[in-house]
């Protein structure tokens, strides 16, 4: 028998009897802490699901002792800037001992009618699965070249009637 709980933001799988760490509870050690948030029940085989939780379902548990994790390291750097930062992290912990797993919301519930709260909701549920024809090739039309339109040639100027040129020569008199 198992069952998944949220304590402290966190979801963890819990037996009877297993020891887990937990972030901090403001609870004394040696005392007694109940969990109401169970999330899913399993015992002989018969699995419970909550809707988020299951109503009326606690797991017992006894808080062993407050400790702190590891020492996490962290290093952050840009390189060629000259940025180097280095910080130390150690998480508080609590260890907590599960007693028991009371399921008292084990009582199978009949599955719930879907009704629609909103018009439009009922629309969406109750559409059709449409199934897909198979895809068959129709053998390609001839295609139709579209013609090129004529191309407009730009207007021949007429070159003006030139004068000839004149040659100076090297002592300034024309030829």
């Known amino acids: 028998m198992y069952a998944i709980v ?11 009897g297993k020891k887990i760490f937990v972030h901090r509870l403001e609870v004394e050690d040696g005392k007694n ?3 109401d948030q169970v999330l899913l029940i399993e015992e002989d085989g018969k699995i419970t699901i909550g809707e988020p939780i299951i109503k009326d379902a606690v797991v017992e548990g006894k808080v062993l002792d407050h400790v702190r994790g590891d020492k996490v390291i962290v290093f952050k750097k840009k390189r060629k800037k000259g940025y180097r930062v280095k910080n130390g992290h150690r998480q508080n912990f609590t260890q907590v001992e599960i007693l028991s797993i009371n399921g008292k919301g084990m009582i ?6 879907k009704e629609a709260a909103h018009p439009a909701e009922a629309i969406v ?4 699965v449409k199934e897909k024809k198979p895809v068959t090739k129709k053998p390609a039309a001839a295609k139709t070249e579209k013609k090129a339109a004529p191309v407009k040639k730009a207007p021949v100027k007429k070159a003006a009637e030139k004068k000839p040129v004149e040659k100076k020569t090297s002592k300034g008199k024309a030829k």
Not at 125 to 128: F, I, R, S, V
């Open 108 to 113: 199978k519930k009949a599955a719930p009618k």
């Open 33 to 35: 802490v109940e969990f």
């Open 6 to 16: 949220e304590i402290a933001g966190q979801q963890f799988k819990v037996e009877t």
């Open 125 to 128: 549920t109750e559409k059709p």
